[in-house]
């Protein structure tokens, strides 16, 4: 309790940190969400690549223009202000001449408008509300309210850890979200209560079989059970995803990472968080499924 108390005021402070900087919002938003034009160049790098001035690039480019240099330097990231084609052809042509020859084949031009961002921006918000209260009535339905309630803590907490994480990450080190991360949000709520699902089955079985046992007892005979499961099921998720951090490109490495903290912290919280709260409840759990069954009545 005492480690997840002190990652989410991390986490928290993370997210206040990155509002009240220049960033003015909880992560810093990529293209996606801000809208703009972002160009990728690849260098012609034969036996070396030609050495070049920032300042000099920069006087090329569009006014608050952001450059950004990838693998060692073969490769250059622009980003800027929604262009036109023509616009984004003489900003190819600018880079070409100061970075001297790049691969025409191997040039990105995307462009966003704003107004597109923000409707992605706020479709993106939806989803996630949408998707949380899909599982809260399910759980309500399926197990009880009590049981929502836990699952829908735990959801908010992987939520708030995996942000928190990126917002640090967008301080220190510029690192943007874009839809893949509410891509990679919703992956990590659908794995979290997966796992919480089983544990709260495993709970209510326990229930059924020794209703005699202390809440205490009956939380702990049901982590026990699940445990190895658990560690399983997260070992043999994390490794694709660690295969994707190396081998999946740069445009997926952040969406990985996120994929990674997301499957970490929810195996956490599902594991470490949720069933040491459920005893504190006191009494005895709720059991919808305990009064329909007969010969579990007799």
Not at 116 to 128: D, F, H, P, V
Not at 239 to 261: N, Q, R
């Amino acid at each position: 309790m005492v480690l997840t108390i002190v990652l989410l005021i991390l986490s928290v402070l993370g997210l206040l940190l990155s509002w009240l900087s220049p960033i003015h919002a909880p992560l810093k938003p990529g293209l996606d969400f801000t809208g703009g034009t972002a160009i990728q160049v690849e260098r012609i790098c034969s036996p070396s690549c030609k050495s070049f001035s920032m300042e000099e690039l920069r006087k090329t480019l569009p006014a608050n223009a952001v450059v950004q240099t990838l693998d060692a330097g073969k490769a250059i990231s622009v980003r800027t202000v929604a262009l036109s084609p023509a616009k984004s052809g003489e900003v190819v042509e600018s880079l070409d001449r100061v970075l001297g020859p790049i691969q025409a084949s191997d040039t990105q031009i995307n462009t966003i408008g704003p107004l597109l961002g923000s409707q992605l921006l706020r479709s993106s918000l939806l989803a996630l509300i949408v998707s949380f209260a899909g599982i809260a009535i399910y759980i309500s339905l399926r197990y009880a309210r009590l049981y929502a309630a836990m699952a829908l803590m735990c959801l908010i907490h992987d939520v708030i850890l995996t942000s928190g994480i990126f917002a640090w990450l967008g301080l220190l080190a510029g690192v943007e979200v874009d839809s893949l991360f509410v891509v990679a949000l919703l992956t990590i709520a659908g794995y979290s209560v997966n796992d919480t699902v089983v544990i709260f089955d495993r709970i209510r079985e326990q229930q059924q079989v020794l209703p005699d046992l202390t809440v205490e007892d009956q939380v702990d005979r049901a982590v026990a059970g699940t445990l190895k499961r658990s560690f399983y099921t997260i070992t043999s998720t994390i490794l694709p995803i660690i295969a994707l951090i190396f081998f999946g490109g740069e445009s997926l490495y952040w969406f990985a990472v996120a994929l990674l903290v997301g499957v970490l912290i929810g195996g956490w919280s599902s594991i470490g968080l949720i069933p040491p709260l459920l005893p504190l409840l006191g009494g005895k759990l709720p059991s919808k499924s305990s009064t329909n069954n007969p010969e579990l009545a007799a």
